[in-house]
C-alpha cells in the first residue's frame, strides 16, 4: 500500500480582512496524499484553493488543527519565495541548488536553469531586481523545475499554455512532465484541461470544505453542477476584500505570458 | 541500523550544506548593500575596533608589561564584539530570517549559525590581521599556544549561540528576559569581560565580582594563550567549557520543544 505523504488533520485557516474581520479559507479538512497520488483541485474560491497548498508546502501556518509532513515537498510552483532582489540570477540559483539540488551536481543544474529561463544575454549575472516582470516570472518557472521533489505542489500562477511561444512552451511542458513523472502532485488551476492531463483524482472545496472527493471527470462533473454557477459570487466577494493596491502587474495571481 | 545511520548522516551533511548556502548568501547580501564590496564586511568592523583601540592607546589605558597593549586590548574588544554579535543576532535573527522559512528545508537554526559562522570568520580574520600586523611591525612572532587560542575562540562562538538562542526561546515566553539580555550584551559585559583591564591585577576579594563572567575568562584564557607567561588566576578553560555546553544544552532543549512557536509567532 502506498504511503502517505501529506496528511492533513482537521486543519483550520483563516485570513485578515480589514476592520480587524477574519474570513475562514480552510474549515476542518482531512485529507490524505498518497505517494504517487495525482490530485487535482477544483475550488469556488481561489483563496482557499491557494489556502490549501500553502498549507500542504508548510508555507502558511495553521489556526488549528494539523498537517503531517512526511516527504520533500516542493513550495507553491511557480512563486517567487525568498529570493533577494539585490542578488544576481546566479547567486539566487546557487544558494537554492544548495539547498534543493543535487550536491555532485552544481555546475549542470545551474546552466539549466539558465536554458530555461531563456533570459537576454548578460542578465542571468545582474541583480535580479534590474529585470523586467517577465524575466523574472521566467526565473521563478524555471527554478521550480530544475529540483527534484517527492511531491509538487502547482498553483493556478504556472504558465502552462504561452501561446505566442510554442517552442519555449513546449520546453516548459517537457520539463514539467519529466519532473512530475511518478510523483505525487497537487495542482490547482484555471485550465481544466491542465489538470485533467496530469490528475487522476480530485477534491472539490466548497465555502472553505471538501464537498466532493473521487475521480476526475466526477469532480469536475460535480463542480460544474453544484459549484461554478454560484462562483462568481464568492468572486465579488474575494474582490471586496482586496487592497486594490496589491494587485499590480508583478504580483497578479493569475498565469501570465511570461514569453 | 545501519539505514538509520545513513539517515542521519544524510541529514548532517544537508543541514552543513543548508548553513553553508545561509552564510555565503548572508555575506553577499552585506557586500551587496555595504559601501566597500566584499572587502567592506572585514573593514567596517575592523575600523570601528581600531579607532575604540586608538582612543584607549591615545588615552594611555593601564596596560600589562607582558604583551603589546594593542594585541592585548585587540583580544578583548573582538571577543566582546563576537560574543555580543552572534548572541545578538540569535535573539532577533529569527525575527529578520522570517522570509528564508519559505523553502521548507530551512529552519530557523540554520539561519542562527550560518550567522554565526560569519560573524566568527569575520572576527577571525579580524584577529589574524591585527595579529600578523604586529608581527610584522616588530619582527617577531608570538604565539605560544595556538590549540588553546583556537579552542578557546571555538567555545566562545558556542557559548554565544547558546546564551541567544536560550535568551531567544525563554523571551518569547517572558519577554522581559530579551530586553534584560540585550541590556546585558550592550552594557555589563562591556565592563566585567576584563576587556580594560587584566584579571591579576585586580585585589584578590575583587575578583569574584567579575569572574562570573565566563567572557572574561575566554578573553584571559587568549591573552594566556599569545603570552604563557601572562598570569590568570581564578580563570580556568573548565569554567569556559561549562558555561558554553550548559547554555548551548539547555537552549537547544529550549529550541527544539519551541521550535514551531518560534515560526507561528514571528
Redesign the interface.
Given at each position: 500500500m502506498a504511503r502517505t505523504l501529506i496528511e492533513f488533520k482537521r486543519a483550520c485557516r483563516e485570513e485578515s480582512v480589514p476592520r480587524g474581520r477574519s474570513r475562514c479559507l480552510l474549515k476542518n479538512i482531512s485529507l490524505s496524499l498518497r505517494e504517487g497520488q495525482k490530485l487535482g483541485v477544483f475550488s469556488d474560491s481561489s483563496k482557499s484553493a491557494q489556502a490549501l497548498l500553502e498549507c500542504a508546502?508548510?508555507?502558511a501556518?495553521l489556526q488549528s488543527g494539523k498537517v503531517d509532513?512526511r516527504a520533500?515537498?516542493s513550495?507553491p510552483m511557480p512563486?517567487r519565495?525568498?529570493l533577494?532582489g539585490?542578488?544576481t540570477g546566479r547567486?539566487n540559483a546557487?544558494?537554492?541548488q544548495?539547498?534543493?539540488g543535487k550536491?555532485g551536481e552544481r555546475r549542470e543544474e545551474i546552466a539549466r536553469i539558465e536554458e530555461l529561463a531563456a533570459l537576454e544575454t548578460g542578465y542571468f549575472d545582474q541583480?535580479v531586481k534590474t529585470w523586467g516582470t517577465q524575466m523574472r516570472g521566467r526565473f521563478d518557472v524555471a527554478l521550480s523545475l530544475i529540483f527534484d521533489f517527492d511531491v509538487y505542489i502547482v498553483s493556478k500562477k504556472f504558465p502552462w499554455s504561452q501561446s505566442s511561444k510554442p517552442q519555449l512552451e513546449s520546453l516548459v511542458r517537457e520539463a514539467f512532465d519529466r519532473r512530475v513523472a511518478g510523483k505525487t502532485l497537487l495542482l490547482f488551476h484555471q485550465d481544466e484541461e491542465f489538470i485533467g492531463r496530469y490528475c487522476d483524482e480530485a477534491i472539490v472545496i466548497k465555502k472553505g470544505q471538501i464537498a466532493y472527493q473521487g475521480d476526475f471527470s466526477g469532480a469536475q462533473k460535480w463542480f460544474h453542477c453544484n459549484v461554478s454557477k454560484s462562483q462568481n459570487d464568492d468572486d465579488v466577494q474575494d474582490q471586496e476584500f482586496e487592497d486594490s493596491s496589491s494587485t499590480t502587474v508583478e504580483e497578479s495571481e493569475d498565469e501570465a505570458q511570461l514569453w | 541500523m545501519s539505514r538509520k545511520i545513513v539517515r542521519i548522516l544524510n541529514g548532517f551533511a544537508l543541514q552543513i550544506r543548508i548553513v553553508l548556502a545561509l552564510a555565503d548568501r548572508d555575506f553577499l547580501m552585506r557586500a551587496e548593500k555595504g559601501d566597500f564590496g566584499v572587502w567592506g564586511v572585514v573593514f567596517e568592523p575592523l575600523a570601528l575596533m581600531l579607532t575604540l583601540l586608538a582612543l584607549r592607546i591615545l588615552v594611555r589605558v593601564k596596560t600589562v608589561d607582558l604583551m603589546n597593549p594593542l594585541i592585548w586590548l585587540a583580544c578583548g574588544i573582538t571577543m566582546l564584539y563576537l560574543f555580543r554579535k552572534i548572541a545578538i543576532k540569535a535573539l532577533t535573527g529569527v525575527k529578520k530570517g522570517q522570509r528564508m522559512f519559505f523553502y521548507r528545508r530551512i529552519r530557523p537554526l540554520d539561519t542562527l549559525l550560518a550567522s554565526a559562522l560569519i560573524e566568527a570568520r569575520v572576527h577571525a580574520s579580524i584577529l589574524v590581521m591585527i595579529f600578523v600586523s604586529e608581527a610584522f611591525w616588530f619582527w617577531r612572532i608570538q604565539l605560544d599556544d595556538p590549540g588553546l587560542a583556537l579552542i578557546d575562540f571555538l567555545v566562545t562562538v558556542v557559548l554565544a549561540i547558546g546564551i541567544g538562542v536560550s535568551a531567544l526561546v525563554i523571551g518569547h515566553r517572558i519577554p522581559i528576559v530579551k530586553t534584560l539580555t540585550k541590556f546585558g550584551l550592550n552594557r555589563l559585559l562591556l565592563w566585567t569581560s576584563g576587556i580594560f583591564f587584566a584579571t591579576y591585577q585586580l585585589p584578590g576579594p575583587l575578583r569574584p565580582y567579575v569572574t562570573w563572567n565566563p567572557l572574561l575568562h575566554s578573553v584571559e584564557i587568549l591573552r594566556h594563550s599569545i603570552n604563557n607567561a601572562y598570569p590568570i588566576p581564578d580563570i580556568s578553560l573548565d569554567y569556559l567549557l561549562t558555561c558554553a555546553f550548559l547554555s548551548c544544552g539547555f537552549g537547544l532543549i529550549f529550541y527544539f520543544s519551541n521550535e514551531a512557536l518560534l515560526l507561528s509567532d514571528d
Open positions: 508546502s508548510e508555507v501556518p509532513i520533500n515537498v513550495w512563486s519565495g525568498a533577494d539585490v542578488l547567486q546557487k544558494f537554492l544548495a539547498i534543493y550536491p541583480p | -
